[in-house]
């Protein structure tokens, strides 16, 4: 058990809809990464959250939006979604944002299909 | 940008065959380096880590040395079991990418009884 907690595990739509995936990282830490991983395209970052702030953005598309509250967990929302969002979304989060000999913990993901 | 090169898969082996799966990086200044294994169904789990040149990271039986001359990070494994069968990532971290964890494609083992 990583400690990062990821809710739905699994999810099923439409096309259009709006959806919101919820992650709670391991206690303590103030860093949460978002990534995307298909078949096709393997794990890409998507947005990078630390201590409540955006910190960094990656390959997001401008339909989907985060955010990291005071209790620290984020949620990513995806929105008029198409076919092509169907993957798997995984968070992972870390203690430090700006060091790079510790690892990141990942949650189990969650599987979004759009139908 | 950081960015993370990986052999192609699926790689299938018979048990108690030598592995290897490579992984070459390019990146600046001192990154860490990583691989992660994912079992079906599942996340990522760290296997293991190094951190400068020269450090061989080990967990399992499975080891890789970090590699600056050649800017590789090759995982290794004497004798594999059917219960190492699972995706493998290479994952960097440093300050070129922000520091954000940057993966390879990953790269499928079979193992065959």
């Known amino acids: 058990d990583s400690g990062v907690t990821q809710t739905p595990k699994h999810l099923i739509t439409a096309t259009g809809q709006r959806v919101t995936l919820r992650c709670s990282p391991r206690?303590?830490?103030?860093?949460v990464y978002w990534y995307q991983q298909s078949l096709d395209q393997g794990l890409q970052f998507l947005i990078q959250y630390y201590n409540g702030e955006e910190r960094a953005k990656g390959n997001i598309l401008e339909r989907f939006s985060a955010q990291q509250f005071p209790d620290l967990h984020s949620e990513l929302n995806l929105s008029s979604l198409e076919l092509g969002d169907s993957a798997l979304y995984f968070c992972?989060?870390?203690?430090?944002?700006?060091?790079?000999?510790?690892?990141?913990?990942f949650g189990q993901g969650t599987r979004l299909t759009v139908v | 940008g950081d960015s993370v090169t990986q052999m192609e898969g699926p790689v299938t082996l018979s048990e108690e065959a030598f592995l290897t799966i490579n992984c070459t990086y390019t990146a600046t200044g001192y990154p860490s380096l990583f691989w992660y294994v994912q079992y079906p169904g599942e996340g990522l789990q760290l296997l293991l880590k190094a951190t400068k040149a020269d450090d061989k990271g080990s967990n399992k039986g499975f080891e890789a040395t970090y590699r600056k001359e050649t800017t590789s990070f090759h995982l290794e494994k004497g004798s594999v079991q059917v219960s190492d069968s699972a995706v493998y990532f290479c994952?960097?971290?440093?300050?070129?990418?922000?520091?954000?964890?940057?993966f390879g494609r990953g790269t499928s083992l079979i193992v065959h009884p």
């Open positions: 994952a960097l971290r440093g300050p070129g990418g922000s520091y954000i964890p940057t």
């Open positions: 992972a989060s870390s203690s430090q944002s700006g060091l790079s000999n510790t690892e990141a913990f």
């Open positions: 206690s303590g830490d103030l860093s």
